[in-house]
């Protein structure tokens, strides 16, 4: 582990210090992904600083503890977007005019697949072990499963083994783990930006971690770890091989952790984007210090099922992050179905994922081809479920105010996206935009974005050029480019 | 709140302070219930006490934060008697010489009626929005149908709303996520010992907060709440209305939270008992501080299903709460099970709970009358899974290692109990018996267990007198006197 030196005279705007409530206030996205919902103009005004839990937090409550205050203030904070969001939610029959939600970063292309095959009769077996106290690392025909999984999906060069896998509620909760167990309060992760709001709560809000951005502007504090998301959020790059090695050995020298994030390994749906998974790498440098994290939450489209697993050949890790299951464990009756999902090869591979890469290819191409015709620059790497988006030009002044402002405009013209600040994005004018929805939604959401972005802000009517069709996906034909800008 | 007096000079020996190794030792029962598991030569010479979590833990890893090596530690101390358990799980079939578990409070009585109505069709229910990220309160349904269920349940004068339930996966991630939102790390809740000494656990392994038992002999911490649990574990008693609400004035004299754990409400097998749940009385005296729940891990027989709630009036610790729900939530799938099986009042009322409570008193009045005819005396309060028997007789010399002694010889006998030291018992000799299992099991455990008094120790070989019928559980057919010492 190695401390950050303090901090030059010239901090980048956008990344303040951590003792600024800016930093805070961009970074209320979460499971939920709430990105981007603050109100510009909230206060907390002895709000010390996230890293420091002991901080007094200004409440309005006497009955919360100063750190329940803050918990409580980043479920507040997040309340405006996705609230407005949930009261007004786009219904094709029952509100056509409500809000699409183009901000959460959810797969909703393949609910159909998804439901046939979890609704299938092996999916419920109750027997009293599954009723009874688990193995808090998770069942061990479950371990089992996941590392066989894993062997296979991520190409490792032997076989992984179960007694490193430990199965949880999601990987929200292995964040907030391994932040604990591997790190004092106040310590830190290292994390390239822009990238994945919520990871700020997960380490935080029990863990007291904070996290610091690549550019290192930050002062005086222990870094202990590297956090990659591969294939990345928001951007969508995907880290080679070389890359990834880098990354590692950098850690190896300074004795950090790596926690690489790979929750979106198989929704790259570009196959010339050649994904690897860490777990493929013959000769990881320090497997002591190396932990991966996978779910199921995007790869299946099921991030309401709460089930995500680490894998760590480091013994101490993995049993200090057992030892917190207990507050992270999931039913045993979920166990028995994620085991039969993650068995069912055949279905995986010949009927979810090759349906999935292909539905997602449409989407993105059709999202791709509206942006072109738009004019509008933008990252799409052929992975994941969002599109990384340069609206700079559209802002009057290159200000986070007016980001604000701008994404309050889709807002209210019933379209729900991300905008930059919520990942750290040093410039203001970048949105992520969420892909992956059925065409029907997708026609509409890109004619409210176009709406707002040529000044003629209407909702419209549902119109007949956004007809409920999956063909409406398949509208600009080609293929999609690996990077516009 | 207030805060507790320097201690006296007369500590009780078995309630040493909280930098007391002991302390801790004593305190490694959790949602596995692995209570007195503990290697008396267990060494941990640096570690500064709970309530501390900077304290610099003895490592034998130089890849956990010292917060980490501590939670690592209470897995491990925990390992002894639960891993020799699991290593040797009785088995009718496969293993009967392996060990009885009459240790871990798990009512085992019912699997067949809770096999048979969750693997009914209406459990089996897929659809988007149970696969998508949730209501991190949990889902509306379930929220509706848990204040439905406890409104009728526990006699609430008016009903209960929706909106101040909140779900999660169990009530040891409830005590986790109150501890947190409610005390700063380093303070404390009173709770009256003899206690459940899991909770001490729950409440610092994230939050750092310790627990002070009402024989109020610690040190200068500022104490935050009182902890009910009714009925109580484990010594089965019940709360009159009019001691509750003594408690409730107390804590509201002192402006302390109550967190009132009523997880063994419906298992209350003696109508004489008179079971009052504390949202029956008319008029809390302080329902802003007055927070309770309830899971269905004991009351349904379901520790394995994960499913938990707060109910609570005040809106700021519930969205608090809710706030760190991303860490503990629980599936969809599980919600909507959750919801079908609470609001199916003809099965529960018709067939579970009678044929529970019928099952559940059977199994007492049998190991009551082993225990009397042993000349054992015993607390067996008609409610909850255990019988509080004390053994002190046994003990040649009066001492938690002389306690130890004899924990280990029942469990080398292959009988594993708990032992008072692991619910902070001030005298040594006393041990939690679970009686909730099946007849045969409960035949064998039983004579191992007066082997071991008897001096007579040795694995039987499932004697013929053990056999595996229901009618076994009658044998001493007499009725439970509510209490005998």
Known sequence: MFTLPQKESKAPTTC???????????????GLERECSRKPDWKLPEFCGVGDPTATASSDSSHLSSRGSIIKWFWDSAEEGYRTYHMDEYDEDKNPSGIINMGTSENKLCFDLLSRRLSQSDMLRVEPSLLQY??????????????????????????????NVVVLNGCASLFSALATVLCE???AFLIPAPYYGAITQHVYLYGGVRLVCVYLDSEGVKVKGLILINPQNPLGDIYSPGELRDYLEFAKRHKLHVMVDEV???SVFEKSAGYHSVLSLEGLPDPQRTHVMWATSKDFGMSGLRFGTLYTENRDVATAVASLCRYHGLSGLVQYQMAQLLRDRDWINQVYLPENHAR??????Y?????????????GRGAGFFIWVDLRKYLPEATFKEEMLLWRRFLDNKVLLSCGKAFQCKEPGWFRLVFSDKAHRLCLGMQRVRQVLEGKSQVPDDPASCQSQESGNQRSGGETPPAVL
């Open 264 to 266: 979106y390994m198989l």
């Open 185 to 187: 309060v106040g310590e």
């Open 367 to 379: 999202v791709a081809g509206e942006l072109r015709a738009l004019g509008i620059p933008f990252l």
């Open 16 to 30: 303040p210090g951590p003792a600024s409530t800016q930093d805070l206030d961009s970074n209320h996205g979460d």
């Open 134 to 163: 688990p193995d808090w690392r998770g069942h061990l025909f479950l371990r089992e499963e996941v590392a066989r999984f894993l062997s296979f999906y991520c190409k490792s060069p032997a076989p992984l083994k179960p007694e």
């Open 360 to 365: 997602l290819k449409a989407a993105h191409t």
